[in-house]
Each structure stands twice: as structure tokens, then as C-alpha cells.
């Protein structure tokens, strides 16, 4: 059983579209993380939330929107899509927030705007 | 400053070779946590290694080691007797403060070749 699934794993979509990327975890963590890579590999933390609270926004676009159901997903909505969106989009959880918790990563998402 | 530093770029070996990756941080933290992870060419993160600043006893496991210096603010890692199945991009992280959100380093891409 996958820990932390997201979907879908390719996403190719226009400039201006809007779209969502979902995020499960089956670990019973507390704290679920977005994360962006670029395509020089770099990381970078996007939000995460804790028991449905966000505690982290990082200096994101209000285009991109958190949105968590329960404590086991974390989904990421994308208003209005840009060129530079494009990278790779990856959902994390940890078992408390806190500097020491370990994350455990999904499989990442590619998203692609043309 | 909360800061990863991985030197290395890209680092080529042949199989059965010992390579060290270095990571430098910087933490204006007494208490602090480190971490390794690893991004195979199918994409995912997987966690490697977990280190707490209050514990500088060097860890093995397998094939692979860790040692970390607080003297010198570096946490490198070491595989031993490479395999190609070993070649992906490395990436150190700090866990930063008390929101946990993962500071990383740009990645080191080990290449393995037989």
C-alpha cells in the first residue's frame, strides 16, 4: 500500500487553465506538506497543513490554493496556470509538525503548461 | 540563516568505487535536525537518514555511512562499493525550527556507471 499517493502523476494543461492536484496519506500523520521542485532539481516548501490549520505559506501566488478535506489529504488547486508553473509538485507528510519529524514523500506530480 | 550547502553538482564513479557526498549547513539552532534523501531517475523522495545535533556517534548502515562533524557544520554521506542502482540525485535537508518545513540543498546527481 502506497504511504502518500498523489494524482495524477502527468499533468499537461494550457495557459489560464485551472486545475487540482490530490494528495492521500494512509500513515495517520498529522502535518501534510506541498513542495515544488524546478527544473534545476531545487526544493522548495510551498504550505503545510496540520490538522486542517495551515501553518506554513510561503511566499506563493494566491493562484495556488491549499484545500484540505480531513487530516489525510491535502490537495493543491492552481488558478489561472502560468508558463512557470511548470516543475514537479510533491505531497508530503510527517507524524507532527516539528523540525525533528521525518517526511515522507509521494511520487510527485509533473506538471506541464504549454 | 538557515542554509543547505551541497558543493557537489554531479559525480561520476565506476561500480564498486567509494564515493562521499558533502553537505554543509548553517543554523542559528542549538537543537537541530538533518536529513538525507534520495531521488532515483523514476522521480520519487526517499528517505534516507535522520540526525539529531545533540548525537555526533556516525551511523553504518549497510553499505551506506553518515558522518556528521558540528565542528565543521557538515553531515556527509558515504556509499561503499557503489552499484549502479545507487545513481540518483542526493539531497541533504535541515529541518527548519519549529514548523518543520524541510530546508534543502540543490541535490548532488550520482552517476554509477558498471
Known amino acids: 500500500d502506497t504511504a502518500v499517493s498523489q494524482t495524477p502523476k502527468y499533468l499537461v494543461t494550457q495557459m489560464g487553465n485551472d486545475k487540482s492536484i490530490k494528495c492521500e496519506q494512509n500513515?495517520?500523520?498529522?502535518?501534510m506538506y506541498w513542495y515544488k521542485q524546478d527544473s534545476k532539481k531545487f526544493l522548495k516548501i510551498m504550505f503545510s497543513?496540520?490538522?486542517?490549520?495551515?501553518?506554513i505559506n510561503e511566499t506563493v501566488p494566491n493562484r495556488f490554493s491549499p484545500k484540505s478535506p480531513d487530516k489525510a489529504h491535502l490537495n493543491l488547486h492552481i488558478n489561472s496556470l502560468e508558463l512557470g508553473d511548470s516543475a514537479v509538485y510533491f505531497c508530503?507528510?510527517?507524524?507532527?509538525?516539528?523540525?525533528?519529524?521525518?517526511?515522507?514523500f509521494g511520487a510527485g506530480t509533473r506538471l506541464s503548461v504549454l | 540563516a538557515q542554509k543547505v550547502t551541497q558543493a557537489q553538482t554531479e559525480i561520476s564513479v565506476v561500480e564498486k568505487e567509494d564515493v562521499t557526498l558533502d553537505c554543509v549547513y548553517e543554523?542559528?539552532?542549538?537543537?537541530?535536525?538533518l536529513f538525507w534523501y534520495k531521488q532515483p531517475p523514476s522521480g520519487e523522495l526517499v528517505f534516507l537518514i535522520r540526525?539529531?545535533?545533540?548525537?555526533?556517534q556516525n551511523e553504518i548502515s549497510g553499505r551506506y555511512s553518515w558522518n556528521f562533524q558540528k565542528s565543521t557544520s557538515s553531515f556527509n554521506f558515504t556509499i561503499t562499493a557503489s552499484q549502479v542502482v545507487d545513481s540518483a540525485v542526493y539531497f541533504c535537508?535541515?529541518?527548519?525550527?519549529?514548523?518543520?518545513?524541510?530546508?534543502f540543498g540543490k541535490g548532488t546527481k550520482l552517476s554509477v556507471k558498471p
Open positions: 540526525r539529531n545535533s545533540f548525537d555526533e
Open positions: 543554523t542559528r539552532d542549538t537543537t537541530y535536525y
Open positions: 500513515l495517520g500523520h498529522d502535518t
Open positions: 508530503a507528510s510527517s507524524q507532527a509538525q516539528g523540525r525533528r519529524n521525518i517526511q515522507y
Open positions: 535537508a535541515l529541518g527548519d525550527g519549529s514548523q518543520g518545513n524541510l530546508i
Open positions: 497543513y496540520n490538522n486542517k490549520e495551515l501553518i
